[in-house]
């Protein structure tokens, strides 16, 4: 499943290797957007976990359809 | 300060839930962190965290880096006149498992009050399932404390088990006034607050009460930390952070030393940079590059303390890196007054592991490595796998599994050992037998057989002496021994899951034989499996004898359960036999057991069981007796039958009163939740329905029933069959057909008699008589009816003829009046036939108090009421309420009726 992730504050592509490889992408409105597939449900909810434990602020959780699915790492 | 005495009889008392559990408990988390320095006194946050008027529950729920750990362990410091008891318990992942999160529990609650939670701990040991009679005790103990005790629950987030928030959730809503519960947590736990709220029971501090305000960001930044920052700077520093704590630590540090703070807040201020990715930065940028190094390489340790980091580092110095850390505040926690634990303050350390996932992502295996290297060297097993498993190293992580199974076993960790299991890739097991059976028992247990068989075939092929043994891996040589005989067993389950009753038979005779003669639990369970084949295929005596030795093995090898389930087994065989007392016995013996140690799982069923023995009997008030008491005991103390069984003896003994509706009601809801386990279905509900359909005069649809159920006149005898086939038979004769009636019946006696299945073959006699009578051979019919009370009267057996309705009623009457064999036993039944349980209080024995028996003797007599209270030396009106009290317990309204009762009774 495509996930895509919007976190408060801007997170850089430093933290992809942490996040099991999703791309990063920081916005112009100051939001990080994670884009990128997870295996099922449990890892999903794995990797809210991580964000939680990290602290960054959680705004949108979003399934995409596959065929807008982004990968790999963003400059 | 503790003195050694009070020390020493702390660790006795933990000693306890360590040596009662098995689980080794670390000391570390069984108290707070020490408080740090330079923390800010938060007066507004201490005015509702009071310690002389504690709320019922406080929940401080805020994300990490809020300070929530420090406000509590200021808390608890603060206001050393007031001195409640309190129990902490630092949680992480491990404690997911219930029994270890409740031996922590345990252990932290009785160190404060010592006397509280030994029955607990037990009930822990031996019943771990149900969790909630484990919490019941602990409840119980403390509602009879005299003085208050504090529990803090500190990263309750952390663990992520049902069972254990269920069994919190029971705690929660069962508090007993001198429990005061604290829970830290970075997400809300899963228990309905709104409650607690409305009572005004529950403190909250959550994340907008704990951010920093200026004034405090100003107390900490300069005052604590020794700052000397503008006003303005403050706001700034306050705004972007908005009060989060670990982040104002993290703009301290990084400001210490700058001879241009200004610059440094102006520049994080107009950086978009998520607050701690950015602060964190700055910090690890400024230390020297082998602070640096160590911080990031030790960042994957859970705990650290010299000789590990020494270990994983490669550092000799390890013992001064801690302490000058420690000293310059950079999130280094100390978990123990000698320093010799610590541990990172979480989102510190999960930044670092971040950074390290991305500066040296390959290094991260070599760290784990060598860490649970050390663990294991150290005894911590639990540690060692959890560092293997993070290193990829499964191999490695696969042989500290296989060998901490026996003691995971041992102190029932079953849900870590499940969760090892699923760790590990599937490929590990291939070569790697012991493990494989680990994972067929664990697999089993949840039911998902799915690749139980190729695991089993594996297994087989290594253990096959001729196999060539070369590429397989065995680390525990005496689980190796033994996996012939249990991968026989787990043959045989799957082969009775699969309804292959043969199969299940010789899979288990093989296990037997293949079994240590002192492998007392392999035996039983091989018993106990062969006895379940024989007796599904009616051999009720071998089966009996199969039980009988199952017991006797799983006493032998204390596992009291599979006694309570066995002896279930087996009260329900000797039923079939027609041996009430023998079966009486069984039950009896299951249930002081199960009373005794817990209770256990099982004494539930013990009381039904006991009741339905009452019923059979008629003995209706002490089987609605037992009922109420099975019933109360709960689902959690009873196996899968007894939700359908219970509710089909109450609608017998509602329908015996009467209650027809009420009783098809029951029968529905028994239906639905039917459940035998793996144990013959000799009893379907269905036809107990059909069967008081007819006693209530509905004998369409008792016979609509028998279409559904394919019974024909015709039918050959069997015994998973008996029962429907003898219900059948009344339908015949409620339906005007008694002649199809006679045939079915009499190859039901056969067939019965020959089974030695002595209850059916008593019903069939006595429905065979009633054949007889309707069609008007009344020999016949009385000769057939002696048969029947002759062999009724050995065990005790009357519902069955009163269930047989007014016809049976007539035809005893005139078996009473020829006098011949079985008329005591016509007399008995009809005695009794007309009684219905009272829906007062029924009686045993001992309810009658002294003085009431003492009425009850002199009501014998025929002494006066004036006369008994003369010789009782009471007054007239305490004879006529005892009297009163007297008739209301034995179920009548006269002196005679009384006296006729109580002989009954035997009293």
Same mark, same amino acid.
């Given at each position: 499943?495509?996930?895509?992730?919007?976190?408060?504050?801007?997170?850089?592509?430093?933290?992809a290797?942490?996040?099991?490889?999703?791309?990063?992408?920081?916005?112009?409105?100051?939001?990080?957007?994670?884009?990128?597939?997870?295996?099922?449900?449990?890892?999903l909810h794995?990797l809210?976990q991580?964000?939680?434990?990290?602290?960054?602020?959680?705004?949108?959780?979003?399934?995409?359809?596959?065929d807008?699915?982004?990968?790999?790492?963003?400059p | 300060?503790?003195?050694?005495?009070?020390?020493?009889?702390r660790?006795?008392i933990?000693?306890?839930?360590?040596?009662?559990?098995?689980?080794?408990?670390?000391?570390?988390?069984?108290?707070?962190?020490?408080?740090?320095?330079?923390v800010?006194?938060r007066?507004?946050l201490?005015?509702?965290?009071r310690?002389d008027v504690?709320?019922?529950?406080?929940?401080?729920?805020?994300?990490?880096?809020?300070?929530?750990?420090?406000?509590l362990?200021?808390w608890?410091a603060?206001?050393?006149?007031?001195?409640? =008891?309190?129990?902490?318990?630092?949680?992480?992942?491990r404690?997911?498992d219930p029994?270890? !999160?409740?031996?922590?529990v345990?252990?932290?609650?009785?160190r404060?009050?010592?006397?509280?939670?030994?029955d607990?701990?037990?009930?822990?040991?031996?019943?771990?399932a149900?969790?909630?009679?484990?919490?019941?005790?602990?409840l119980?103990d403390?509602?009879?404390?005299?003085?208050?005790?504090?529990l803090?629950?500190?990263?309750?987030?952390?663990?992520?088990?049902?069972?254990?928030?269920?069994?919190m959730?029971?705690?929660?809503?069962?508090?007993p006034? =001198?429990?005061?519960?604290?829970?830290?947590?970075?997400?809300?736990?899963?228990? =309905?607050?709104?409650?607690?709220?409305?009572?005004?029971?529950?403190?909250?501090?959550?994340?907008?009460?704990?951010r920093?305000?200026?004034?405090?960001?100003?107390?900490y930044?300069?005052?604590?930390?020794?700052?000397?920052?503008?006003?303005?700077?403050i706001?700034?520093?306050?705004?972007?952070t908005?009060?989060?704590?670990?982040?104002?630590?993290?703009?301290?540090?990084?400001?210490?030393?700058?001879d241009?703070p200004?610059?440094? %807040?102006?520049?994080?201020?107009?950086?978009?940079?998520?607050?701690?990715?950015?602060l964190?930065?700055?910090?690890?940028?400024?230390q020297?590059d082998?602070?640096?190094?160590?911080?990031?390489?030790?960042?994957?340790l859970?705990?650290?303390?010299?000789?590990?980091?020494? +270990?994983?580092?490669g550092?000799?110095?390890?013992?001064?890196?801690?302490?000058?850390?420690?000293?310059?505040?950079?999130?280094?926690?100390?978990?123990?007054d000698?320093?010799?634990w610590y541990?990172?303050h979480?989102? !510190?350390a999960?930044v670092?592991?971040?950074?390290l996932?991305?500066?040296? =992502?390959?290094?991260?295996?070599g760290?784990?490595?060598?860490?649970?290297?050390?663990?294991?060297?150290?005894?911590d097993?639990?540690?060692?796998?959890r560092?293997?498993?993070?290193?990829?190293d499964?191999p490695?992580?696969a042989?500290?599994?296989?060998?901490a199974i026996?003691?995971?076993?041992?102190?029932?960790?079953e849900?870590?050992?499940?969760?090892?299991?699923?760790?590990?890739?599937p490929?590990v !097991?291939a070569?790697?037998p012991?493990?494989?059976?680990a994972?067929?028992g664990?697999?089993m247990?949840?039911?998902?057989?799915?690749?139980?068989?190729?695991?089993?075939e594996?297994?087989?092929r290594?253990?096959d002496?001729d196999?060539?043994?070369?590429?397989?891996?065995?680390?525990?040589?005496?689980?190796?021994?033994?996996?012939?005989?249990q991968?026989?067993?787990y043959r045989a389950?799957?082969?009775?899951?699969?309804?292959?009753l043969?199969g299940?038979?010789?899979h288990?005779?093989?296990a037997?034989?293949?079994?240590?003669?002192d492998?007392?639990?392999?035996?039983?369970?091989?018993?106990a499996?062969?006895?379940?084949?024989?007796?599904?295929?009616?051999?009720?005596?071998?089966?009996?004898?199969?039980?009988?030795?199952?017991?006797?093995? !799983?006493?032998?090898?204390g596992?009291?359960?599979?006694?309570?389930?066995?002896?279930l087994?087996l009260?329900?065989i000797?039923?079939?036999?027609g041996?009430l007392?023998?079966?009486?016995?069984?039950?009896?013996?299951?249930?002081?057991?199960?009373?005794?140690?817990?209770?256990?799982?099982? /004494?539930?069923d013990?009381? %039904?069981?006991?009741g339905?023995?009452?019923?059979?009997?008629?003995?209706l008030?002490?089987a609605?007796?037992q009922?109420r008491?099975?019933?109360?005991?709960g689902?959690?103390?009873?196996?899968?039958?007894?939700?359908?069984?219970?509710?089909?003896?109450?609608?017998?003994?509602?329908?015996?009163?009467?209650?027809?509706?009420?009783?098809?009601?029951?029968?529905?809801?028994?239906?639905?939740?039917?459940?035998?386990?793996?144990s013959?279905?000799?009893?379907?509900?269905?036809?107990t329905?059909?069967?008081?359909?007819?006693?209530?005069g509905?004998v369409?649809?008792?016979e609509?029933?028998?279409?559904?159920?394919?019974?024909?006149?015709?039918?050959?005898?069997?015994?998973?069959?008996e029962?429907?086939?003898?219900?059948?038979a009344?339908?015949l004769?409620?339906?005007?057909?008694?002649?199809d009636?006679?045939?079915?019946?009499?190859?039901?006696?056969a067939?019965?008699?020959?089974?030695?299945?002595?209850g059916?073959?008593?019903?069939?006699?006595a429905?065979?008589?009633?054949?007889?009578?309707?069609?008007?051979?009344?020999?016949?019919?009385?000769?057939?009816?002696?048969?029947?009370? /002759?062999?009724?009267?050995?065990?005790?057996?009357?519902?069955?003829?009163?269930?047989?309705g007014?016809?049976m009623?007539?035809?005893?009457?005139?078996?009473?009046?020829?006098?011949g064999r079985?008329?005591e036993?016509?007399?008995?039944?009809?005695?009794?036939g007309?009684s219905?349980p009272?829906g007062?209080?029924?009686?045993?024995?001992?309810?009658?108090?002294r003085?009431?028996?003492?009425?009850l003797?002199l009501?014998?007599?025929?002494?006066?009421?004036?006369?008994?209270?003369?010789e009782?030396?009471?007054?007239?009106? /305490?004879?006529?309420?005892?009297?009163?009290?007297?008739?209301?317990?034995?179920g009548?309204?006269s002196?005679? +009726?009384?006296v006729?009762r109580?002989d009954?009774?035997?009293?």
């Open positions: 499943m495509q996930y895509e992730i919007r976190l408060d504050g801007h997170l850089g592509t430093r933290w290797a942490w996040l099991d490889g999703l791309a990063i992408s920081c916005e112009s409105d100051g939001t990080t957007v994670l884009r990128g597939s997870v295996v099922d449900q449990a890892a794995g809210l991580k964000l939680r434990d990290v602290g960054i602020p959680l705004i949108s959780l979003t399934q995409v359809p596959s807008q699915a982004f990968e790999g790492n963003r | 300060m503790p003195t050694a005495a009070c020390r020493s009889s660790s006795v933990r000693s306890m839930a360590v040596a009662v559990t098995g689980i080794p408990l670390l000391e570390s988390k069984l108290h707070a962190p020490r408080r740090r320095q330079g800010v006194a007066a507004r201490a005015q509702r965290l310690r504690l709320p019922a529950v406080v929940l401080v729920s805020a994300p990490a880096g809020f300070g929530k750990t420090t406000l362990t200021d608890l603060a206001d050393a006149a007031v001195t409640t =008891p309190t129990a902490w318990v630092s949680l992480d992942r404690d997911s029994a270890v !999160f409740w031996a922590y345990l252990a932290a609650v009785r404060v009050a010592g006397e509280v939670g030994a607990a701990l037990s009930r822990l040991r031996s019943a771990p149900a969790l909630d009679a484990v919490v019941a005790s602990l119980n403390l509602d009879a404390l005299d003085d208050d005790v504090v803090v629950l500190d990263d309750y987030h952390a663990v992520e088990s049902l069972d254990v928030h269920e069994s959730l029971f705690l929660v809503e069962h508090l006034g =001198p429990l005061h519960l604290v829970v830290a947590s970075r997400a809300d736990p899963p228990w =309905p607050l709104a409650g607690l709220r409305a009572r005004g029971e529950l403190v909250e501090i959550r994340a907008s009460d704990l920093f305000t200026a004034q405090e960001a100003q107390a930044l300069n005052d604590a930390m020794g700052l000397d920052l503008a006003v303005a700077d706001g700034v520093l306050e705004t972007r908005e009060g989060w704590i670990a982040a104002l630590q993290l703009a301290a540090l990084s400001l210490r030393g700058r241009d200004a610059a440094f %807040i102006a520049g994080f201020a107009g950086d978009d940079r998520f607050v701690v990715d950015y964190v930065d700055e910090v690890l940028d400024r020297a082998a602070v640096r190094t160590f911080l990031l390489e030790t960042s994957i859970a705990r650290l303390s010299a000789p590990l980091c020494a +270990a994983v580092t550092r000799g110095d390890t013992r001064s890196m801690l302490a000058a850390l420690e000293r310059s505040n950079l999130f280094l926690v100390a978990l123990d000698r320093r010799q541990r990172y979480h989102l !510190f999960e670092l592991r971040a950074r996932a991305d500066e040296g =992502p390959d290094r991260i295996a760290l784990h490595r060598r860490a649970g290297d050390w663990f294991d060297a150290e005894g097993r639990a540690e060692a796998v560092h293997a498993l993070a290193a990829g499964f490695r992580a042989e500290l599994v296989e060998l026996p003691s995971l076993r041992q102190t029932r960790q849900a870590t050992q499940r969760a090892w299991l699923d760790a590990l890739p490929d !097991f070569n790697r012991v493990l494989s059976l994972l067929v664990a697999r247990v949840t039911g998902d057989t799915a690749g139980v068989e190729n695991l089993l594996g297994i087989e290594w253990t002496p196999a060539p043994a070369a590429d397989m891996v065995v680390h525990d040589a005496t689980e190796f021994g033994r996996l012939p005989a991968a026989a067993m389950a799957l082969s009775l899951l699969g309804g292959d043969a299940t038979v010789s288990a005779e093989r037997a034989a293949l079994s240590a003669a492998d007392h639990f392999g035996r039983g369970a091989a018993a499996l062969i006895g379940l084949a024989q007796w599904a295929d009616g051999h009720l005596e071998a089966a009996e004898r199969q039980y009988s030795a199952a017991i006797a093995s !799983f006493e032998r090898a596992h009291l359960p599979d006694v309570l389930a066995c002896s087994g009260a329900d000797q039923f079939a036999q041996r007392g023998a079966a009486k016995r069984t039950l009896a013996a299951g249930l002081d057991l199960g009373t005794a140690n817990g209770p256990l799982r099982g /004494t539930a013990m009381r %039904i069981g006991l339905e023995l009452h019923f059979e009997r008629n003995e008030d002490v609605a007796e009922l008491a099975g019933v109360k005991l689902d959690r103390l009873a196996f899968r039958q007894h939700a359908s069984r219970w509710r089909v003896l109450d609608a017998r003994l509602r329908a015996a009163g009467g209650e027809h509706a009420a009783a098809l009601a029951l029968l529905s809801d028994a239906e639905r939740l039917y459940d035998t386990d793996y013959p279905k000799a009893r379907p509900v269905a036809a329905t059909a069967r008081i359909r007819l006693a209530g509905d369409i649809g008792a609509r029933w028998a279409a559904e159920a394919g019974l024909t006149v015709d039918d050959d005898p069997s015994y998973l069959r029962y429907e086939q003898l219900t059948f009344r339908v004769l409620a339906g005007g057909r008694p002649t009636a006679s045939g079915l019946l009499l190859r039901i006696v067939g019965a008699g020959a089974g030695r299945r002595e059916n073959a008593i019903e069939a006699l429905l065979l008589a009633l054949a007889h009578d309707a069609t008007g051979d009344a020999p016949q019919a009385l000769a057939t009816l002696e048969e029947a009370l /002759t062999r009724a009267s050995v065990e005790g057996f009357v519902r069955v003829f009163v269930d047989a007014p016809p009623n007539t035809l005893l009457k005139a078996a009473l009046r020829r006098g079985g008329a036993h016509a007399a008995a039944v009809l005695a009794v007309g219905r009272s007062a209080q029924p009686v045993l024995v001992d309810d009658l108090s003085r009431e028996r003492d009425v003797r009501l014998r007599t025929d002494l006066s009421g004036p006369e008994i209270a003369a009782l030396v009471v007054s007239l009106n /305490t004879v006529r309420t005892h009297t009163r009290n007297v008739f209301m317990k034995l009548v309204n002196r005679r +009726a009384a006729r109580a009954e009774l035997g009293l």
